[in-house]
């Protein structure tokens, strides 16, 4: 057989196509299918969320009665309470836990919710572009719970408020949001940042990493204007230098969470976990960014949107620069398209793009150009799989229920692909090279084979089966669900003499009498088999 387009696309652009999601996109057409999916309801489809409702997950920690620490043993599977909570009901859970009210498995449980909500999101919900999206933006703005307790307490409202919310809307909205969310104030230290020392890490990664990037900088001085007419500037600039990253450190200086701490003047700030502009901690000489003189600051007021305004025109600016537009779009295509995407589909995107800067839908519009881009539907299939790509696409390909386990986390740890563990803000790499290299096939044998051993991906792959009495048939169709498409022949015929020595594969097409058990521990060793072949590698 021969793989068909509409499954490549598919492939690319979820996480792992299924032979009932290739029959819907045919049978909608897939202008219909694309439409559909760039307006997904503002919340879970209903299947998903009675998944999320019904998920529970194992919390366990002994009692403590001490002078400094007090509270009692738990042990129980607890629904997934925390993803709904707001900044008032998260910042309490923390506060108990840094007075010694609840131990620190209370706050790493916000963490693991929102990891397990995203294992079932990404595995089940019928609006897969959001998914892949998702996943996509949060490497992009890449936050690591390693930085500690004050980013993961809000990691439920970053994932759901920040990420989720922004996705087909603004960019420089997505940006303006991730910049005054508690987690990226924290993980990156602009929320430290004082008038008479402003901290350049975020600035820096604003420009290097989310906006106009690392190819966009011109070094530690602009370098003299040496072309016809007028210097371009702002948006149209040549890029950043050093001296951009220090105006914009200062416009973001002041930018800071709420959280009680101290202010000049015995004043002490509002407690509410989230962002806030302290004039005091406002650094005013920002000067000019990019070419661009940025309004002076106002006179302290916390309720004055033009009290950030600095630092709302450094987004702007970054946000909407021509250099952004082109970077951006680039690394959404490799995401999709492998590598070295193509070229066409880079500059049909970016035009789009940097047309639609100003609208609330810029980032719909320009999925929109690239999903209808007649070259997401042409082979080959080049982009590897990262290790969690793979386990998600066995789950569905398996017909597989996520069930949250505390080893999920223990396996995505082995893969290096674990959600919200990368601890530089650069995100995970997105070249195959790095994936073939880094990530160990065995490990994610393993992690395949484990999770269907554990119950992690819970399935009877006995009643999935196809009802043969051919070992030739079982095979292939297990192929055909898993990797959408051919394998090399003597892949197949490895597949096949496994198979046709395997007494509980044989019991299942009833060449013996071999126990349930034995049977489905045999399938889960093809499907695993499978997994493994060099073609489920790539989508």
């Known amino acids: 057989s021969v793989t068909s387009p509409i499954r490549i696309a598919l492939n690319r652009v979820t996480f792992g196509a299924r032979d009932i999601d290739v029959a819907k996109a045919e049978s909608m057409g897939w202008e219909n299918w694309v439409e559909d999916q760039l307006n997904p309801p503002a919340g879970d489809d209903p299947a998903l969320a009675g998944l999320l409702n019904g998920a529970t997950l194992k919390i366990a920690y002994s009692a403590r009665d001490t002078e400094t620490q007090s509270w009692p043993a738990v042990n129980e599977e607890r629904p997934l309470t925390t993803l709904s ?21 209370e706050i790493n449980r916000l963490g693991e919710e929102t990891v397990a909500a995203t294992w079932i999101r990404n595995a089940h919900s019928a609006y897969q572009v959001r998914e892949v999206m998702a996943d996509f933006w949060h490497r992009h703005f890449n936050v690591a719970a390693s930085e500690g307790q ?5 990691l439920p409202i970053y994932d759901r408020d920040v990420i989720r919310a922004n996705i087909f809307g603004n960019f420089r909205a997505f940006v303006t949001a991730n910049a005054q969310s508690t987690a990226m104030l924290f993980y990156l230290d602009n929320a430290d940042s004082r008038a008479s020392q402003p901290n350049e890490n975020y600035a820096r990664e604003l420009l290097e990493l989310h906006t106009i990037g690392a190819s ?20 149209q600039s040549v890029g950043f230098s050093d001296q951009d990253v220090i105006a914009a450190s200062r416009a973001l200086s002041g930018w800071t969470v709420g959280m009680g701490q101290r202010a000049p003047g015995r004043r002490v700030l509002p407690k509410t976990g989230e962002f806030l502009y302290e004039a005091a901690f406002h650094n ?10 940025l309004p002076p600051s106002p006179a302290a007021d916390l309720n004055s949107t033009q009290a950030v305004e600095q630092g709302l ?26 590598d070295t995407p193509p070229q066409n589909v880079i500059d049909v995107a970016t035009a789009t793009w940097l047309a639609n800067r100003k609208s609330s839908t810029q980032l719909r519009d320009t999925l929109r150009t690239i999903l209808l881009s007649p070259e997401l539907m042409q082979a080959p299939a080049v982009k590897v799989r990262r290790p969690y790509e793979k386990m998600i696409a066995i789950a569905r390909g398996v017909g597989a229920a996520i069930s949250p386990k505390r080893s999920m986390l223990s396996v995505f740890n082995g893969t290096k692909d674990a959600i919200f563990t990368w601890p530089a803000p650069n995100g995970w790499p997105d070249k195959s090279g790095y994936w073939l290299a880094t990530s160990g096939l065995l490990t994610q044998w393993n992690a395949v084979l484990n999770s269907l051993n554990n119950g992690l991906l819970s399935v009877s792959l006995a009643n999935e089966s196809i009802d043969t009495t051919s070992i030739v048939e079982l095979v292939d169709d297990w192929t055909e669900r898993i990797v959408g498409g051919p394998i090399s022949a003597s892949g197949r015929q490895a597949l096949i003499d496994f198979a046709s020595n395997s007494s509980g594969i044989k019991g299942y097409v009833g060449l013996n009498n071999a126990n349930a058990q034995n049977i489905e521990n045999q399938l889960r060793r093809l499907v695993t088999m499978i997994a493994a072949s060099p073609e489920f590698s790539y989508r």
Request: aromatic share 8%.
């Open 85 to 105: 909570m707001n900044s008032a009901d998260l910042l309490a859970i923390y506060d108990k836990v840094r007075a010694g009210e609840l131990p620190n498995a």
């Open 150 to 154: 004050q980013v993961i307490f809000t």
């Open 216 to 235: 966009g900088y011109v070094g530690v001085n602009k370098p003299p204007w040496t072309g016809p007419g007028p210097e371009p500037v702002g948006t």
């Open 284 to 293: 005013p000489d920002a000067g000019e960014f990019m070419g661009v003189h």
């Open 313 to 338: 025109k450094v987004i702007e600016l970054a946000a909407e620069h021509d250099i952004t537009g082109r970077f951006v779009v680039t690394k959404l295509a490799t995401r999709l398209f492998g």
